[in-house]
């Protein structure tokens, strides 16, 4: 089935380095989007980007949709920004969103 | 503010029980979907509900059934819950592709 890769599983980083998420996909994507989950539990949408790059504060997102793939940079890191990114692709000109497994990052004060 | 409401937050049920998971959202959007999530396996489509009795099933429906007779609403159904059921469950609507998710429903079937 179609597939969402997403590296590395885990990241540690000090406080104020950046870090650089990536996620591959298998097909064809009409939506691509990143979410956090905080180490509660609770997600919320970062941000939308199916093609090209976008910004929103410190993230910024780049998909190159040829290549199957997005990365997701975040800059100047803080304790705050530990949990799971989690990459979602939606195929074709449905509704149904396919997760990744997600990257676990620790931002260390 | 977008809201999406889950209850109950908590619940732990026996075998054979049966399971109600209920999700409200406020902001009138049409699509809403639930998905559980266990460790090692990510977040995994159980529905989708494109509007009020308008469902299809995600990638694992079996043993779940859902109901969407308001457009506010959306409830998740475990007939006799089985300890594989065992889980996070997540409810979420979306707006022009964006999702907002509940705080989850965590599950535990002894």
């Known amino acids: 089935g179609q597939q969402v890769q997403q590296s590395p599983a885990s990241l540690v980083l000090q406080e104020g380095e950046n870090a650089e998420l990536q996620c591959n996909f298998s097909s064809t994507a009409t939506q691509l989007q990143w979410f956090y989950q905080s180490p509660g539990g609770s997600l919320v949408s970062l941000l939308s980007?199916?093609?090209g790059t976008k910004h929103t504060g410190r993230l910024t997102s780049t998909t190159v949709t040829k290549e199957r793939r997005s990365s997701l940079h975040i800059s100047s890191s803080q304790t705050t920004d530990s949990g799971t990114y989690l990459c979602?692709?939606?195929?074709?000109?449905?509704?149904?969103?396919?997760f990744g497994g997600g990257t676990r990052l620790t931002v260390r004060p | 503010d977008m809201k999406v409401t889950q209850m109950p937050r908590y619940l732990i049920k026996r075998m054979g029980e049966n399971v109600l998971l209920e999700c409200g959202q406020d902001?009138?959007?049409?699509?809403m979907y639930w998905y559980r999530q266990d460790p090692g396996l990510g977040l995994q489509l159980i529905y989708i509900?494109?509007?009020?009795?308008?469902?299809s099933e995600g990638d694992i429906p079996k043993g779940y059934r859902v109901s969407r007779k308001k457009r506010e609403h959306f409830s998740l159904i475990l007939d006799s819950a089985k300890t594989n059921q065992t889980s996070v469950y997540f409810c979420?609507?979306?707006?022009?592709?964006?999702?907002?998710f509940g705080e989850g429903s965590r599950l535990i079937v002894v």
């Open positions: 980007n199916p093609s």
């Open positions: 979602a692709i939606v195929y074709n000109a449905g509704a149904k969103l396919t």
């Open positions: 902001m009138s959007h049409e699509t």
């Open positions: 979420a609507s979306s707006l022009r592709g964006t999702l907002y």
């Open positions: 509900s494109y509007d009020v009795d308008s469902n």
